[in-house]
């Protein structure tokens, strides 16, 4: 599975922007989907996830009400909306794929990232 995540770029806070992270050469059907970030000078952590069977969701406390992740199977996609970013949302975005629990240490593959940046 390759994947290319898509989506990051400059914003003001209180802004919003859409992540989409989207996968060739498998389908991500019975793949679970995670979103991390990582921060300058800071280690990658868990922002969101998403089964691949019920579509339960989970979310960092940091970020919970203000992002929702979803997916479209049939488009072999999963997205991250944020809303009402926030400076301590700045950070290079990436998303994984795995059979696993959604950790940092578990992805089976991971997109290439993408840039966020929120200005104040």
């Known amino acids: 599975v390759q994947l290319q995540a898509s989506g990051g770029g400059l914003v003001q806070a209180g802004g919003s922007l859409r992540l989409s992270c989207t996968a060739s050469?498998?389908?991500?059907?019975?793949?679970?989907m995670g979103w991390f970030r990582q921060a300058p000078g800071k280690e990658r952590e868990f922002v969101a996830s998403?089964?691949?069977?019920?579509?339960?969701?989970g979310y960092a406390g940091s970020v919970k009400g203000r992002f929702t992740i979803s997916r479209d199977n049939a488009k072999n996609t999963a997205n991250l909306q944020m809303n009402n970013l926030q400076p301590e949302d700045t950070a290079v975005y990436y998303c994984?794929?795995?059979?696993?629990?959604?950790?940092?240490?578990?992805?089976?593959?991971w997109g290439q990232g993408t840039l966020v940046t929120v200005s104040s």
């Open positions: 050469g498998r389908t991500l059907s019975n793949y679970n």
């Open positions: 998403i089964s691949w069977n019920t579509g339960s969701t």
């Open positions: 994984g794929a795995t059979r696993g629990v959604v950790t940092t240490t578990t992805m089976m593959y």
